[in-house]
C-alpha cells in the first residue's frame, strides 16, 4: 500500500510543478514559484520548457523543498535572475557560475546546510541583500563582502560563528549584519 501512496504522491507533485511552469509560460510571467514541491534538484526538463521564457524570468522561489544541488545550467539558464529565494532546502554549497549572475540584487540560503560561506556570492556585483540565517557557517570573508559594491544586507543569525568573525562583525560596516553574538 505505502509504496503506490508515495508514487502517487510523487505523481501529484511533478503534476504541481508542470501546472505552475505552464502557468509562467503562458501568462508570460517574470517569477517561477516552486516552493515546497518537495523538488530533490531542479528538475532537467524545465530547462526545455522555460528555454523560450528563461531570459524574461527575474524572480525564482525554490524554498521549502528538499535539494541538496542546485546545477550550474541553472545560473547559466536563468541569467536575468534578479532574486532567489532558496531557503529551507538542504544545499551545502552553489556552483561556481553563481558567480557570472550579473543582475542578481537578492539570495535567500536560510535553513539549508552550509557550512561554508558561499565565497562566489561576493564575486555578484549586483548583489544587495544575502540570507544566510540558520546554517553551519562558521566564518565569513568579511573583506571580500566589504568590496562588494551593492551589498545592503547580511543575515547570519542562528550560525555557530567563530569568536574572530563575532568579534570582526562588532565592528562597523558598511552594510547592515545581522548576527545572533553573545552580548
Not at 520548457?49 to 522561489?61: A, D, K, P, Y
Not at 550579473?102 to 544587495?128: M, R, V
Request: charge should be negative; aromatic fraction near 4%.
Amino acid at each position: 500500500m505505502g509504496a503506490v501512496t508515495a508514487e502517487k504522491k510523487m505523481a501529484e507533485a511533478v503534476a504541481n510543478v508542470a501546472r505552475r511552469i505552464n502557468a509562467t509560460v503562458e501568462e508570460g510571467k517574470d517569477c517561477l514559484d516552486l516552493s515546497d514541491c518537495k523538488l530533490i534538484s531542479f528538475p532537467d526538463g524545465v530547462f526545455k520548457v522555460l528555454r523560450s521564457v528563461s531570459e524574461n524570468i527575474r524572480v525564482i522561489t525554490l524554498a521549502d523543498n528538499e535539494m541538496k544541488a542546485i546545477s550550474s545550467k541553472f545560473f547559466s539558464t536563468f541569467t536575468q535572475l534578479r532574486e532567489l529565494d532558496l531557503r529551507g532546502n538542504v544545499l551545502t554549497k552553489l556552483p561556481d557560475s553563481v558567480g557570472e549572475m550579473e543582475h542578481l540584487t537578492s539570495i535567500n540560503l536560510a535553513n539549508n546546510s552550509f557550512s561554508d560561506f558561499p565565497d562566489k556570492l561576493t564575486e555578484i556585483a549586483s548583489l544587495e541583500r544575502i540570507d544566510l540565517e540558520g546554517n553551519s557557517i562558521t566564518e565569513i570573508p568579511l573583506e571580500k563582502l566589504a568590496a562588494m559594491p551593492a551589498l545592503k544586507w547580511l543575515n547570519v543569525k542562528s550560525n555557530p560563528l567563530d569568536s574572530n568573525t563575532q568579534a570582526a562583525l562588532q565592528a562597523p560596516q558598511k552594510f547592515d549584519v545581522l548576527s545572533t553574538t553573545g552580548s
